[in-house]
């Protein structure tokens, strides 16, 4: 994650000596004037344009627009390493069967914290590829004041909330937490770093919540909000077979009573990594479309040298959408998605401005910054029906 080169026009002001001999005849000509010439003329009113707001993309008449959506982001885990696991039994054979299985979903980068940044703004904010968390002395642009989800829906009248667990303190802007053996890291939040975004230590004025915050009514979750397991649950710290299970069986007994109340109640839960496992430390943009070795597929665990190079560089991650009006099966989604799809569908469904711009490499190999995720919905049924 890192990464964003910003080109700022210079402007060349000139011509100072003529522009102070103007300003010596104003003052000139002010020092004469009289009375009658000093009257406040009739003020005349001009129309006033309105800017237009940004374009957003449109949502198609008859699908789902949810009530409340939850977003789970887990860490560094392959494809093949989830999928078909039998050590991941919730996700294989609950959410996977149930829910709608993307299998050409990608990361935009490595490491980790751009990933997230990609699908909250749709940009890394020029983050960097180090996981160094943005400050003002490494960032010129930091805080953050572009668009990002969060802000668009409140803008809109709607909300947002980030849940993360182990945060120490409601709006908390610490690093990790302990220091020495982190469970948090704020690397994998990225709303703390926006400044048009809530940022009290309230439940009521904040955006950055603790995960014991989550809500047990979930008709009083906000429209939108993330869940950040922290490092010992979400599949990042330990071996495979040790962080796979555990990952697993938290999303289960924490996120399951979600779900179960979501297909019933017009909600939505989707499902995501925020990039493969990255075995090589590959630092960069990653891409969708990097070839692999004929008759080679990133959905092997087999791999020799040169497709875990290829399979690195395509970034290749689970996502899955489970929940009320869900079509359950396998979706290739023309080319695939990426992070940002999953925010133009969410943009597209709430009337929002487009944030950012898709993934360059995404895009140039045909993952458009226009598309939207829509045949995994099923229209609601009519209540008259």
């Known amino acids: 994650?890192?990464?964003?080169?910003?080109?700022?026009?210079?402007?060349?002001?000139?011509?100072?000596?003529?522009?102070?001999?103007?300003?010596?005849?104003?003052?000139?000509?002010?020092?004469?004037?009289?009375?009658?010439?000093?009257?406040?003329?009739?003020?005349?009113?001009?129309?006033?344009?309105?800017?237009?707001?940004?374009?957003?993309?449109?949502?198609?008449?008859?699908?789902?627009?949810?009530?409340?959506?939850?977003?789970?982001?887990?860490?560094?885990?392959?494809?093949?390493?989830?999928?078909?696991?039998?050590?991941?039994?919730?996700?294989n054979d609950v959410l996977a069967v149930e829910g709608a299985l993307f299998t050409r979903a990608f990361g935009e980068e490595h490491f980790s914290q751009g990933n997230y940044y990609w699908l909250f703004s749709g940009d890394n904010q020029g983050v960097g590829f180090e996981d160094v968390i943005p400050t003002a002395e490494n960032n010129p642009n930091y805080p953050f004041e572009t668009a990002n989800l969060g802000s668009q829906l409140i803008a809109k009248g709607l909300s947002f909330k980030g849940y993360s667990e182990s945060l120490p303190e409601i709006g908390s802007t610490v690093?990790?937490?302990?220091?020495?053996?982190?469970?948090?890291?704020?690397?994998?939040?990225?709303?703390?770093?926006?400044?048009?975004?809530?940022?009290?230590?309230?439940?009521?004025?904040?955006?950055?919540?603790?995960?014991?915050?989550?809500?047990?009514?979930?008709?009083?979750?906000?429209?939108?909000?993330?869940?950040?397991?922290?490092?010992?649950?979400?599949?990042?710290?330990?071996?495979?077979?040790?962080?796979?299970?555990?990952?697993?069986?938290?999303?289960?007994?924490?996120?399951?009573?979600?779900?179960?109340w979501a297909k019933d109640n017009n909600s939505l839960l989707i499902v995501t990594f925020d990039e493969d496992n990255d075995r090589r430390a590959y630092k960069g943009l990653t891409d969708p479309f990097a070839p692999l070795p004929a008759g080679a597929s990133c959905k092997s665990e087999v791999r020799d040298d040169a497709l875990e190079d290829a399979c690195e560089m395509q970034n290749g991650v689970v996502t899955i959408f489970a929940g009320a009006h869900i079509r359950p099966g396998e979706y290739e989604e023309g080319k695939g998605i990426t992070h940002v799809s999953i925010l133009r569908t969410l943009e597209a469904m709430y009337g929002l401005p487009k944030a950012g711009a898709q993934q360059p490499n995404a895009a140039r190999g045909g993952i458009s910054d226009d598309a939207i995720i829509t045949d995994v919905f099923a229209p609601p049924a009519d209540p008259a029906g």
């Open 1 to 91: 994650m890192r990464r964003t080169l910003l080109i700022l026009p210079v402007l060349l002001l000139a011509a100072c000596g003529s522009q102070t001999t103007k300003q010596d005849e104003t003052k000139k000509s002010e020092a004469t004037k009289t009375p009658e010439d000093t009257k406040t003329p009739d003020v005349v009113e001009t129309p006033t344009t309105e800017v237009p707001e940004p374009a957003g993309l449109s949502w198609p008449a008859g699908l789902p627009v949810y009530d409340h959506i939850v977003i789970v982001v887990e860490e560094n885990k392959d494809y093949a390493e989830i999928i078909g696991s039998k050590v991941a039994p919730y996700i």
């Open 175 to 260: 690093e990790k937490d302990p220091a020495d053996n982190p469970l948090y890291a704020r690397k994998h939040v990225p709303w703390v770093s926006f400044a048009n975004l809530p940022q009290g230590t309230t439940v009521e004025t904040s955006s950055n919540l603790r995960f014991e915050d989550f809500p047990s009514d979930y008709g009083q979750l906000p429209t939108v909000s993330f869940v950040i397991p922290n490092l010992e649950n979400d599949m990042h710290n330990g071996a495979p077979e040790v962080s796979i299970p555990r990952g697993d069986t938290w999303l289960r007994e924490h996120l399951d009573g979600y779900y179960q």
